[in-house]
């Protein structure tokens, strides 16, 4: 299968990861559900910098903050009555 090119410039990286979390990457990627190790990573990296931009958010109403709650396996994000 040839690889799809993004149009957007990447810069390459180099990361160390446990081998139990490689493995775990690699049979999601014999699954199919992944096309590689850098599109499973690059995924995760997206998901968490998105958890991390909801964790700013406040929605203001009528001068009483109110709070977005998510909970997963990399914090808490709360939302409030």
Do not use: W
Request: hydrophobic fraction near 35%.
């Amino acid at each position: 299968m040839p690889k799809k090119r993004c149009d957007e410039k990447m810069e390459l990286i180099s990361v160390h990861l446990p081998k139990e979390v490689l493995n775990r990457i690699d049979e999601l990627v014999r699954q199919g559900r992944y096309g590689s190790r850098a599109e499973f990573i690059r995924l995760a990296c997206q998901l968490l910098l998105t958890i991390e931009n909801l964790s700013y958010i406040k929605i203001y109403k009528e001068h009483d903050l109110k709070q977005i709650c998510v909970q997963s396996e990399v914090g808490e994000l709360c939302t409030g009555r």
